[in-house]
C-alpha cells in the first residue's frame, strides 16, 4: 500500500517562493511516479509536475520555468518547489502516485493549501 502524506503548503504574497513536499509512508516504498496535483475552488484538478522512476520530469504549460519537481529517494519524498507564485496558483495541492506508466494516479495525499496573496 502507498500512503501519502502533504506538508508544507501555507499563505504567501504573490512573487514569493513556497516548498511543499510528499512523503510515502505506506509498505510500498516504489513507485513509477509521483506526481503533483492542484484543485482551485470551481475549478477541475490538474496535473502541475510529476516526478518519474530515473529522473524524468513533465510540467503543466503554466508553471514551467516556474516550478521545479525533486525527489529525494532516501526520505521516500517528493518535492515542488514553487518560485514566482502568482494568485493563479492558489489552491489545494495533492500529491499523487501510480505504480506503471499504464496506470492512472490511484493513490492520493490529504492535500495541502497554497494561499497566493496579490
Known amino acids: 500500500q502507498v500512503q501519502l502524506v502533504e506538508s508544507g503548503g501555507g499563505s504567501v504574497q504573490a512573487g514569493d517562493s513556497l516548498r511543499i513536499s510528499c512523503a510515502n509512508s505506506?509498505?510500498?516504498?516504489?513507485?513509477?511516479?509521483m506526481g503533483w496535483f492542484r484543485q482551485a475552488p470551481g475549478k477541475e484538478r490538474e496535473l502541475v509536475a510529476a516526478y518519474i522512476t530515473g529522473g524524468s520530469t513533465t510540467y503543466a504549460d503554466s508553471v514551467k520555468g516556474r516550478f521545479t519537481v525533486s525527489g529525494d529517494s532516501a526520505k521516500n519524498t517528493v518535492s515542488l518547489q514553487m518560485n514566482s507564485l502568482k494568485p493563479e496558483d492558489a489552491a489545494v495541492y495533492y500529491c499523487?502516485?501510480?505504480?506503471?506508466?499504464?496506470?492512472?494516479?490511484?493513490?492520493w495525499g490529504q492535500g495541502t493549501q497554497v494561499t497566493v496573496s496579490s
Open positions: 499523487a502516485a501510480r505504480l506503471s506508466p499504464f496506470e492512472i494516479y490511484t493513490f
Open positions: 505506506g509498505r510500498t516504498f516504489s513507485t513509477y511516479a
